[in-house]
């Protein structure tokens, strides 16, 4: 953290020339303003380091700052982290400050526990790993089995197009497998989840696992895929379809081809389950061509339709029920 200014240093630099002298009103509410950063700048220096997001938001680190550790008895500030749960915040798997994932080890784990890599959706524009419908009762869950969850954030649109935002999952991934020997954990024993345009990004890498070789991931044990409507991009572009895939898969077939699970299918993959929504009417025939075109090579791929909303596919998994049962039970094979 930036070293903070004496106090009168501080208001010395504050204080506007004479010529320009703000009215009282606006000057009294510039003076509390003031007083409020500084403040909010000493609260987060004097707070230990244990004081996990709260620390991290208040110093700036929110979204991609400095590695902290951190876990708590009652729940975390973004969400209700559990009992004998640590995080480790923002890891850095590459120079960005996008380029971050945060780590939540459970304490009590078994002797090669399995690691969960979650990739947020957001159309490949918005979303953060720090949403507690993204991490939390995946979290309560699988870490009561002493599974090791992962949740990632990655650059987004303007600033990398879905290839490259799969690349930087494999990226996270890469890290992930690096990192998984000193949590007691295999690095092939990874399982890579995504919701919606995560989804879309996991079924990517699952499809042309060279994309994720070439930024150093090896192997991994299985994909789950949360309800991603884009699992056949050229067919998307060529009917009628929301804005964003406009400004995802832009105007040129290559690219749609390129992008697209389904075209880039060409060979066995590991075992992958596609879970859709059928409030949705291209999610599911979209996963079943998929998994029709997987049969080919010999694939072991299943289609689990649910009747939940596209947010509820990712919020209620982990959620104790049916639904959360059967993503068990494929687990349970790999």
Request: glycine share 10%; net charge positive.
């Amino acid at each position: 953290m930036t070293p903070l200014m004496p106090a009168r240093s501080f208001f010395q630099t504050a204080a506007l020339p004479p010529a320009r002298r703000a009215p009282p009103g606006r000057l009294w509410s510039a003076v509390v303003l003031g007083a409020a950063l500084l403040g909010a700048a000493l609260l987060a220096a004097a707070m230990p380091a244990h004081a996990g997001p709260l620390r991290a938001w208040l110093g700036g680190e929110r979204g991609g700052g400095q590695q902290a550790s951190s876990s708590w008895a009652d729940g975390s500030p973004n969400g209700r982290l559990p009992n004998e749960v640590a995080e480790v915040a923002h890891v850095a798997y590459g120079p960005d400050a996008a380029q971050r994932f945060d780590v939540y080890l459970p304490a009590q784990r078994s002797a090669r526990p399995k690691i969960l890599l979650m990739v947020h959706g957001g159309g490949w524009r918005r979303g953060d790993k720090t949403s507690p419908g993204v991490w939390e009762p995946k979290v309560r869950h699988w870490g009561a089995q002493g599974w090791i969850v992962v949740s990632t954030n990655y650059r987004m649109l303007p600033q990398a197009d879905p290839i490259e935002q799969a690349r930087d999952v494999a990226r996270a991934l890469a890290k992930v497998q690096q990192l998984a020997p000193g949590w007691g954990a295999g690095a092939h024993d990874v399982v890579l989840m995504g919701h919606s345009a995560g989804a879309h990004l996991v079924m990517l890498l699952t499809a042309a696992p060279q994309l994720a070789h070439a930024q150093g991931a090896q192997a991994w044990r299985g994909t789950v895929s949360l309800d991603s409507g884009a699992l056949d991009v050229p067919a998307i572009m060529n009917q009628r379809h929301p804005r964003l895939y406009d400004q995802a898969f832009g105007q040129d077939p290559d690219f749609w081809r390129q992008s697209s699970p389904l075209q880039q299918l060409a060979g066995p993959i590991v075992p992958t389950l596609i879970v859709c929504s059928t409030r949705r009417q291209d999610a599911c025939p979209q996963g079943q061509r998929f998994a029709e075109r997987a049969a080919q090579f010999g694939a072991r791929v299943q289609v689990l339709p649910q009747t939940l909303s596209h947010m509820d596919i990712n919020r209620l998994l982990g959620e104790p029920g049916a639904y959360t049962d059967a993503v068990d039970a494929f687990l349970a094979h790999l």
